[in-house]
């Protein structure tokens, strides 16, 4: 049981370079989410999904893209990446309402 | 909007100095409050879930206990093994998708 999987683990894009990347969950779970993480800042929700062919912007979706075309998938794209997109990215998956998040081991990404 | 203040945001202790973490929160329909584990460079790991004022959870070394205004999370005499970055989230009834908003975390380092 893989549990959540995101890769890559590490990137580094150019300005205005393009990426996507991969969150896959094994457990059947409808609800999948994506959040990025700043030193100091806490965990900060970008894109969700209730389900497959269902998804919503979260706090900070300027910049990002996502698409759920399975339960199991729920992949992240990055449109002309700018310095800002720095950041590590976590993928997360859950029951549902009152249930805990199981989280990736993250995508570190640096934008030059 | 939801809210959650940790606090403090470093906390250094010697092997066996019992201290607290603490986590207020500001919502609107509490439907749970968690509490997370983060190793550098890994995805939070979950730990508790509190549902209602009064409730406490344990293990090993951990308490969690919740009031309607905060969380403590309480350490008894911790070990060098239980350094890291301890996370706190709400879930709130009246945001969709069972989203959950976390706070920024305190950092806790166990001297030998």
């Known amino acids: 049981n893989a549990g959540v999987t995101q890769t890559p683990k590490f990137r580094i894009l150019k300005i205005g370079q393009s990426m996507t990347l991969q969150c896959t969950q094994d457990?059947?779970?409808?609800?999948m989410y994506w959040y990025r993480q700043d030193p100091g800042m806490g965990l900060k929700l970008i894109y969700y999904?209730?389900?497959?062919?269902?998804?919503d912007k979260g706090e900070v979706p300027n910049g990002y893209n996502v698409s759920r075309s399975t339960t199991e998938d729920f992949p992240l794209r990055l449109e002309l990446a700018a310095p800002s997109q720095t950041s590590v990215y976590f993928c997360?998956?859950?029951?549902?309402?009152?249930?805990?998040?199981?989280f990736g081991s993250g995508t570190r990404l640096t934008v030059v | 909007e939801d809210q959650v203040t940790q606090s403090p945001e470093a906390l250094r202790l010697q092997e066996g100095e019992s201290s607290s973490l603490n986590c207020s929160y500001t919502?609107?329909?509490?439907?749970?409050l968690f509490w997370y584990r983060q190793d550098p460079g890994k995805g939070p790991e979950f730990l508790f879930t509190?549902?209602?004022a009064g409730e406490e959870k344990e293990k090993e070394r951990l308490k969690a206990t919740l009031t309607k205004k905060e969380s403590f999370l309480h350490i008894t005499a911790p070990k060098p093994e239980d350094s890291a970055t301890y996370l706190c989230?709400?879930?709130?009834?009246?945001?969709?998708?069972?989203?959950?908003?976390f706070g920024e975390g305190t950092q806790l380092t166990v001297n030998p």
């Open positions: 997360a998956s859950s029951y549902g309402t009152g249930f805990s998040y199981t």
């Open positions: 457990m059947n779970h409808n609800y």
């Open positions: 999904s209730v389900g497959a062919g269902i998804t």
């Open positions: 919502v609107s329909g509490l439907r749970g």
């Open positions: 509190l549902y209602s």
């Open positions: 989230a709400v879930q709130a009834g009246e945001t969709s998708g069972s989203r959950l908003t």
